[in-house]
């Protein structure tokens, strides 16, 4: 099944934020063997070159390291995973806020409203 | 270095002045996957005929690796035509032998392969197939090729949508950085996320030339959007 | 590469072909297991007027048949050179001499058996006709011998009889060549039309023709005025004569082909 990925950005972009989810939620684990450029290019339905220019980026940044012989792998680096994760998550809330305050809640009301819809997703 | 592709004042003319390529000048090199654009009309069967041999420019000319179209280039090319081509009665097994004996980069267990993954029985006739599993199988014919040059002309228009995925999916994993696609096709928001570059043609003359990575960055639109900004009337 | 083209082209007609020879074999099968039997060997006229007709008949639907050949060889030809089987025929690494030249050696060869079969049939025929009809029968169809002419032909061919009948296999086959290559230059030469390429086809084919027809013409009449004029025995003008028509044959083979092969390769505008 082709990823849903919007035409008016860069592709490469996108595939980037998507791959950095998978690791960060644990679809690949730290140390984990990603698949070829070819591969995931086909699942994709994305261009080879793209896909390529993605896993570069990835790995400037550090999250994927390239091994003579045994290919792409994810890094053992929990830490930095773990900032990424926070780094993301920061991204949403800012997101939430900001359309929350367009609707015309003020901060301590969000929390309040927060809690509750926590509170009934639990029960 | 050559390029792939050369055209040079390519033009051809038909007997009631119909100019249907006008003095085309382009170069393609290797390792993209290129889409070839364009409305109806616009020359794109023309041009792709061209290269192919079939028809005799007007003017200019069409080298492939340095050469006119001859049995040297069309040993390096493998297309894959709009229609029905293929003598329906043959056997899909006799088309594969029959490939094999006339191209030498063709690969049979890759075509039988890829018939394989798609429940195509290969003792069966080209006519008792319906169309969408026909156009299956003469993809996977071209698709089975080791050549220089694909040409799909709209390898996808009349397919059903899990037979494109196929399509698109063969396409990518069959890339090397040797080989160049071209695609023609009107169906641009199927297709654009796998090409490298685009080709915009209109009037049977080059309109822009460009990676599809600069139309997003540069104009922040799809291809398909930019297309029809490109070519409103 | 040209044996492969030609495997694959004998593979794609030799059935059809087939079949109008067995109709051949067929039907003169019948008519000698009629003859043998002794059917018409009566005195009844209806028999003997039945058995003429059916005779005429025979012979225009074996000269048919065997045209028939040449009409289905043309056929095939357009429909793998200019329809859409030639979006594949003209994108296989494969010249176009080859192409051509394929063509037309598996096209000869299907012509030629089919004259040789169809002429082993009529004599077949006519053997039996002399060997089992009685005589009257044999006057309602006008049957008779001639031991001059007979002699004569026998004397034409007693020298040298090994290297003749060689010359005469040899001009059957520039003849269905000939055939089958006329055919293809109207094939092609119809292309040139931008509309209606198939009248186009049978306009040049007529065309052709007759411009052949004309040109056989004057090449015979001086040989016409020598055996009249000259003292020049039917022999002699028989080994002549054979070795002409041979020779323009194989000028009208090279004509047709050079033809053709320019119209495909500089010429071709498929749809």
């Keep these: 099944m082709a990823w849903d990925l919007d035409s008016d950005r860069p592709i490469y972009a996108q595939i980037v934020e998507k791959i950095q989810m998978q690791i960060v939620s644990g679809y690949y684990k730290p140390g984990d063997k990603l698949p070829s450029v070819r591969e995931l290019a086909a699942l994709a339905c994305v261009n080879p070159n793209t896909m390529q220019k993605a896993f570069a980026e990835l790995e400037r940044s550090g999250l994927i390291k390239t091994m003579r012989t045994t290919g792409r792998l994810v890094t053992e680096d929990i830490h930095m995973i773990e900032g990424i994760q926070k780094a993301l998550a920061n991204q949403q809330l800012q997101i939430f806020f900001e359309k929350m305050m367009k609707l015309g809640y003020e901060k301590d009301q969000i929390l309040s409203l927060l809690e509750q819809s926590i509170r009934e997703q639990d029960s | ?233 | 590469m040209l044996i492969r083209s030609m495997k694959y082209y004998w593979q794609s007609t030799y059935k059809i072909i087939l079949l109008m020879n067995l109709y051949l074999l067929l039907t003169t099968g019948i008519g000698v297991a009629t003859l043998a039997a002794g059917v018409w060997n009566t005195h009844s006229e209806g028999i003997t007027t039945l058995g003429a007709i059916l005779f005429i008949l025979y012979v225009i639907s074996i000269v048919f048949v065997s045209n028939l050949v040449v009409i289905y060889i043309a056929v095939h030809f357009y429909r793998n050179m200019y329809s859409d089987e030639a979006y594949l025929t003209h994108t296989l690494p494969v010249s176009k001499h080859h192409l051509l030249l394929s063509q037309t050696i598996i096209g000869t060869i299907h012509c030629f058996l089919t004259s040789v079969i169809m002429l082993a049939c009529i004599f077949g025929l006519i053997y039996f006709l002399f060997t089992c009809l009685n005589s009257q029968a044999k006057e309602a169809l006008q049957l008779t011998y001639d031991p001059g002419m007979a002699a004569d032909l026998y004397t034409a061919f007693a020298n040298g009889a090994f290297f003749k009948g060689l010359l005469i296999v040899f001009y059957f086959l520039l003849s269905s060549a000939h055939s089958i290559l006329l055919a293809f230059a109207a094939v092609a030469m119809g292309q040139l039309f931008t509309r209606h390429r198939i009248i186009g086809s049978i306009i040049c084919y007529i065309g052709l023709y007759t411009i052949i027809q004309i040109a056989t013409s004057l090449v015979v009449i001086p040989f016409m005025g020598l055996s009249l004029f000259g003292n020049v025995s039917m022999v002699q003008l028989i080994n002549c004569g054979l070795l002409v028509e041979t020779l323009f044959a194989l000028a009208c083979c090279v004509i047709f082909y050079l033809i053709t092969y320019y119209l495909l390769s500089r010429k071709l505008n498929l749809d």
């Design chain 2, 1 to 233: 270095m050559t390029a792939l592709l050369e055209a040079n004042n390519l033009t051809k003319t038909y007997g009631n002045d119909t100019v249907a390529v006008d003095h085309l000048t382009i170069s393609i090199g290797r390792g993209r996957i290129i889409g070839l654009l364009g409305p109806n009309g616009s020359g794109k069967s023309t041009f792709i005929k061209l290269i192919n041999g079939l028809l005799t420019p007007t003017e200019g000319t069409i080298l492939i690796n340095g050469a006119a179209p001859g049995v040297e280039s069309k040993k390096r090319i493998a297309y894959l035509p709009e229609r029905t081509y293929l003598q329906s009665n043959m056997k899909v097994n006799q088309l594969i032998d029959f490939f094999g004996d006339f191209y030498e980069d063709f690969q049979k267990d890759k075509a039988y392969a890829m018939l394989q993954s798609m429940d195509i029985k290969s003792n069966t006739r080209l006519r008792t197939l319906s169309k969408g599993t026909k156009e299956k199988v003469q993809l996977i014919l071209v698709m089975s090729r080791n050549a220089d040059l694909y040409i799909l002309d709209e390898p996808i228009a009349g397919v059903d949508p899990a037979a494109r995925d196929f399509i698109l999916k063969t396409i990518i994993s069959n890339y090397n950085e040797n080989a160049t696609v071209l695609l023609s096709t009107h169906l641009i928001s199927d297709i654009e996320n796998i090409l490298d570059d685009v080709i915009f043609i209109q009037d049977g003359k080059i309109k822009t030339q460009t990676t599809v990575e600069n139309i997003r960055e540069d104009y922040g639109k799809s291809v398909d959007a930019y297309f029809r900004e490109v070519f409103a009337c």
